[in-house]
Every structure is written in C-alpha cells, then in structure tokens.
C-alpha cells in the first residue's frame, strides 16, 4: 500500500490570505513553508479520520427515538375509525406513558379503566351510546379528551397490577370497536 507522503501533488496544509483557512498543494519533496508532506499529514489524519468515523459511528449507534415503545414503560397508541390498537399488551407495573396518535378522520379520546370486565363487556348507555363511566366495577384511571385527526398527545398513569381497558368514548365509536383489553403486571 502506498503511504500518503509518497503521493503527489498532495493536500498538505491550510492556507489562504487569512492563515489557517483554504487549501493549497505541494509537491513531495516539501510545503512552502519548509514543513515536510510526512509532518503535515501527522498532524491532519488524526483529524481526518475523527471527522471521517464519527458519522459512521453514530449510524451504528441504538435507537434512541423516545417515541419507541421498546421502553417497558411506554405504548404507542393508534386510533382511527374505528379502532384502538395499543402496541403492547402487557406492561410492568408503575408509570406507563401512552403516545397517542389519531390516525382517523374524526375527533376521539383515550381512556383508560381498571376493571375486571372484558373490554366489550362494560356497561353501555343505549341512549348516549357511551361506556356509563362511573358504573360500579369501573374504575377510571385518566383520559385525554379532544384528540384531533392527525394529532398526537400523551398521557401518563400510575397504573398498578390489575385487568384495563383502554377505550374511546366518543358517542357510537366504544360499540363500533375502539376498546382493548389491556394487562399490568
């Protein structure tokens, strides 16, 4: 392999009316300045080659995007017309994040209840066509309300060892299908 002092012309300093700014080349047998191509080349691909790896490096690196849910705590939550669809089912006891985004072409909400019925099970006002969210064995948790088509929010819950269920109560979109059945262990 041949060593880069043997190459010419060669980039061997940074130069210009300003000192320290521009290129120029010289020859082999030395710069203008005296410095020899071996000395020049010590001192820049060192440089070089940090300015070089360091991309390289960083597109080797994890994924640290916080909307990922590959953190234990946190579920990415699609709603759309109509469905809820949580991409975990199970998450270990404590804080839980919910990243909601409203993939659909209407308003809906997130909420979430503790209970131990299953999620097409809950009580239902026939006339409203809602969940009756203070019916005895619901317990809700939190809610976000007003999510937008095309937004995102999130939500936040202390949520402790239990069965929820995760629905949108918007009137007729819990009997259309935006409900899940949701495990903390």
Same mark, same amino acid.
């Given at each position: 392999?041949t060593?880069?002092?043997?190459?010419?012309?060669?980039?061997?300093?940074?130069?210009e009316? @300003?000192?320290? #700014?521009?290129l120029?080349?010289?020859?082999?047998? /030395?710069?203008?300045?005296?410095? @020899?191509?071996?000395?020049?080349?010590r001192?820049? =691909?060192?440089?070089?080659? =940090?300015?070089?790896l360091?991309?390289?490096?960083?597109?080797? /690196?994890?994924?640290?995007?916080? @909307?990922?849910?590959?953190?234990?705590?946190?579920v990415?939550?699609? =709603?759309?017309?109509f @469905? =809820?669809?949580?991409d975990?089912?199970?998450?270990?006891?404590?804080?839980?994040?919910?990243? #909601?985004?409203n993939?659909?072409?209407?308003q809906?909400?997130?909420?979430?209840?503790?209970?131990?019925?299953?999620?097409?099970?809950?009580?239902?006002d026939?006339?409203?066509?809602?969940?009756?969210?203070?019916? &005895?064995g619901?317990?809700?948790?939190?809610?976000?309300?007003?999510?937008? &088509?095309?937004?995102?929010?999130?939500?936040?819950?202390?949520?402790?060892?239990?069965?929820?269920?995760? #629905?949108?109560?918007?009137?007729?979109?819990y /009997?259309?299908?935006?409900?899940?059945?949701?495990t903390?262990?």
């Amino acid at each position: 392999m041949t060593h880069p002092s043997e190459l010419a012309p060669q980039l061997v300093s940074c130069r210009e009316s @300003s000192p320290g #700014i521009g290129l120029h080349f010289a020859r082999r047998s /030395g710069t203008p300045d005296g410095r @020899s191509v071996k000395s020049v080349f010590r001192f820049f =691909l060192p440089l070089i080659l =940090l300015v070089g790896l360091v991309p390289l490096f960083a597109a080797c /690196g994890g994924d640290d995007d916080d @909307s990922s849910s590959s953190n234990p705590d946190q579920v990415s939550v699609t =709603l759309k017309d109509f @469905s =809820l669809t949580p991409d975990k089912t199970t998450v270990p006891a404590g804080d839980v994040t919910f990243d #909601i985004k409203n993939n659909g072409p209407s308003q809906h909400e997130f909420v979430v209840f503790k209970t131990d019925l299953d999620a097409a099970n809950l009580p239902y006002d026939k006339d409203k066509f809602t969940v009756t969210e203070d019916s &005895p064995g619901l317990s809700k948790v939190d809610e976000k309300e007003a999510i937008d &088509p095309g937004k995102s929010t999130t939500l936040t819950a202390t949520l402790a060892p239990g069965h929820y269920v995760l #629905i949108c109560n918007i009137p007729t979109h819990y /009997g259309q299908g935006m409900r899940f059945n949701f495990t903390v262990k």
